[in-house]
């Protein structure tokens, strides 16, 4: 990895965890932007690392929630 995705991974996942302490689901953008003043190639791999982060939490989710309906029957009530 190079030292620009190390730098917009680090970032990304700092981010997160400010994202999640304030409940700021759109802070990553703020960020963006103080970076893109700077260096487009570092944001730009900023957000791409947030959009693969987000894309997983999406699909982690999607699996919890089939997961759940298959345990249920669809029911939202656990099968015999």
């Known amino acids: 990895m190079n030292l620009t995705q190390e730098l917009a991974d680090k970032l990304a996942e700092d981010t997160f ?21 700077s260096s487009t190639t570092l944001e730009e791999a900023y957000l791409t690392s947030i959009r693969v982060r987000l894309a ?25």
């Open 17 to 37: 965890k400010v994202m999640k302490l304030t409940g700021d689901e759109r802070f990553f953008m703020e960020v963006a932007k103080v970076i893109g003043a």
């Open 56 to 80: 997983e939490r999406r699909a982690r989710a999607f699996l919890v929630e089939r997961l759940n309906a298959a345990k249920t029957g669809g029911t939202g009530e656990p099968q015999a």
